[in-house]
């Protein structure tokens, strides 16, 4: 394909900026366009797995497996499963040289991706809103305050509520019935001991079988992110009479609904620094697919946004922009390209959309604490992701004979 064809990505997510990434590898230079004022103006969120099989094929594609070995934390990989009491039922430590899923900042992976951009490559503070087809293929973005920009192909890498998708399918999120309330505490080790010991190096999951969980996480620089979940409907706090602008109005709600939790497990609940941050979960119809449209394509969440079980979201939104960008290189249209990236990505991200959707509903619709609700074996699962990478990279290298 030829270097000079106007490529626009909306979006300076993950998927975006490791399309971008690729691309210049590639000799070809990509606009990015996203509507943060910087690359760290937000709470991007806690930390995230990247797996052998999909992430860390990216990131390798991208040159930057140096880079994100020193901020990962193989040790995060490290997981325990506790009942609503505390008491341990599963644990996992990852063996020596184990590397197939280490743990890392969503912060850090997003600003390790911008900083490995060519300066300019990202236009912050363009937020798009609207998108017009011009014919053959092009179409031009017009932007929140006036700015706009033509491109011969349009990536949508711009999330859950993507103003690109609508040009290829009318698909919308739906809720799933699941909310999360993200607590923080921070000088975890000094400030909240005992929340440090139950997390320990990586990843804690405690469920009471009755549809309230309590995810926590280890992050770097000594802090921890904790996920407080449980069924409800959009405006929960709404019913229940809470304002959720005040810390202490939801820390009560919280401990009544928790009130069959233990004391040890309480702080997770109830001692936080910080407010409360509100994550509802959403997900688009799956399998999703679409016809072919000259000059535009989806990645990441933008054309598979699915539940958080299994943490395939960002991995596969990072695999989706090596890919593509491959495809771009790789094809002599642009037309042909797309079509290359999505007759691979459909299936592999409707089979994990499917499975994370459903493994998350039938959890949280749980009424019965004797539901089998059994902790996954992480040893095999890295050995998966192991075996499933070897098998990409055999693949990748026998098409490109």
Same mark, same amino acid.
């Given at each position: 394909?030829?270097?000079?064809?106007?490529?626009?990505?909306?979006?300076?997510?993950?998927?975006?900026?490791?399309c971008?990434?690729?691309? *210049?590898g590639h000799?070809?230079?990509?606009?990015?366009?996203?509507?943060?004022?910087?690359?760290?103006?937000?709470?991007?969120?806690?930390?995230?797995?990247?797996?052998?099989?999909?992430?860390?094929?990216?990131?390798?594609?991208?040159?930057?497996?140096?880079?994100?070995?020193?901020?990962?934390?193989?040790?995060?990989?490290?997981?325990?499963?506790?009942?609503?009491?505390?008491?341990?039922?599963?644990?996992?430590?990852?063996?020596?040289?184990?590397?197939?899923?280490?743990?890392?900042?969503?912060? *850090?992976?997003?600003?390790?991706?911008?900083?490995h951009?060519?300066?300019?490559?990202?236009?912050?503070?363009?937020?798009?809103?609207h998108?017009?087809?011009?014919?053959?293929?092009?179409?031009?973005?017009?932007?929140?305050?006036?700015?706009? &920009?033509?491109?011969?192909?349009?990536?949508?890498?711009?999330?859950?509520?993507?103003?690109?998708?609508?040009?290829?399918?009318?698909?919308?999120?739906?809720?799933?019935?699941v909310?999360?309330?993200?607590?923080?505490?921070?000088?975890?080790?000094?400030?909240?001991?005992?929340?440090?010991?139950?997390?320990?190096?990586?990843?804690?999951?405690?469920?009471?079988?009755?549809?309230?969980?309590?995810?926590?996480?280890?992050?770097?620089?000594?802090?921890?992110?904790?996920y407080?979940?449980?069924?409800?409907?959009?405006?929960?706090?709404?019913?229940?009479?809470?304002?959720?602008?005040?810390?202490?109005?939801?820390?009560?709600?919280?401990?009544?609904?928790?009130?069959?939790?233990?004391?040890v497990?309480?702080?997770?609940?109830?001692?936080?620094?910080?407010?409360?941050?509100?994550?509802?979960?959403?997900?688009?119809? &799956?399998?999703?697919?679409?016809?072919h449209?000259?000059?535009?394509?989806l990645?990441?969440?933008?054309?598979?946004?699915?539940?958080?079980?299994?943490?395939?979201?960002?991995?596969?939104?990072?695999?989706?922009?090596?890919?593509?960008a491959?495809?771009?290189?790789?094809?002599i249209?642009?037309?042909?390209?797309?079509?290359?990236?999505?007759?691979?990505?459909?299936?592999?991200?409707?089979?994990?959309?499917?499975?994370?959707?459903?493994?998350l509903?039938?959890?949280?619709?749980?009424?019965?604490?004797?539901?089998?609700?059994?902790?996954?074996?992480?040893?095999?699962?890295?050995?998966?992701?192991?075996?499933?990478?070897?098998?990409?990279?055999?693949?990748?290298?026998?098409?490109?004979?």
């Open positions: 394909m030829t270097t000079t064809s106007r490529i626009a990505i909306v979006g300076g997510g993950p998927a975006g900026l490791m971008a990434r690729v691309l *210049q000799g070809i230079q990509p606009v990015v366009y996203d509507a943060d004022a910087t690359v760290d103006s937000r709470d991007p969120g806690g930390t995230l797995d990247l797996h052998a099989d999909a992430g860390q094929i990216a990131l390798e594609d991208a040159g930057l497996m140096d880079a994100f070995r020193a901020l990962a934390r193989v040790e995060g990989q490290a997981k325990t499963r506790r009942d609503h009491h505390g008491t341990v039922l599963a644990e996992f430590t990852p063996a020596e040289g184990d590397e197939a899923a280490p743990e890392i900042d969503r912060g *850090q992976l997003r600003t390790m991706l911008y900083e951009l060519k300066p300019g490559t990202v236009r912050w503070g363009h937020k798009l809103v998108v017009t087809p011009l014919g053959g293929g092009a179409h031009r973005l017009e932007f929140a305050g006036g700015a706009s &920009a033509e491109a011969d192909l349009v990536i949508g890498a711009d999330g859950a509520w993507s103003k690109v998708r609508p040009l290829l399918t009318d698909a919308e999120p739906r809720y799933l019935g909310h999360f309330l993200d607590a923080r505490f921070d000088d975890v080790d000094t400030r909240h001991p005992e929340v440090s010991a139950i997390v320990g190096d990586g990843h804690m999951f405690s469920a009471d079988g009755d549809g309230r969980a309590v995810i926590v996480q280890r992050n770097s620089n000594g802090v921890v992110r904790g407080v979940a449980f069924r409800a409907e959009l405006d929960w706090h709404v019913t229940a009479g809470v304002d959720v602008t005040d810390r202490e109005a939801v820390r009560s709600y919280l401990v009544r609904e928790f009130s069959e939790w233990s004391a497990m309480r702080p997770l609940i109830a001692d936080n620094d910080g407010d409360y941050v509100q994550r509802s979960f959403w997900a688009l119809p &799956a399998p999703l697919t679409w016809d449209v000259p000059g535009v394509t990645i990441g969440d933008a054309a598979h946004l699915m539940a958080p079980f299994g943490g395939h979201g960002t991995n596969l939104a990072l695999l989706d922009g090596a890919e593509l491959h495809a771009i290189k790789k094809e249209s642009l037309d042909d390209a797309v079509a290359r990236y999505e007759t691979a990505m459909f299936p592999r991200s409707g089979e994990l959309a499917v499975s994370s959707n459903t493994a509903t039938r959890f949280f619709a749980t009424t019965s604490p004797d539901a089998p609700h059994l902790p996954p074996d992480h040893a095999r699962e890295h050995q998966n992701y192991r075996t499933r990478a070897a098998e990409y990279r055999r693949h990748r290298a026998e098409d490109d004979q």
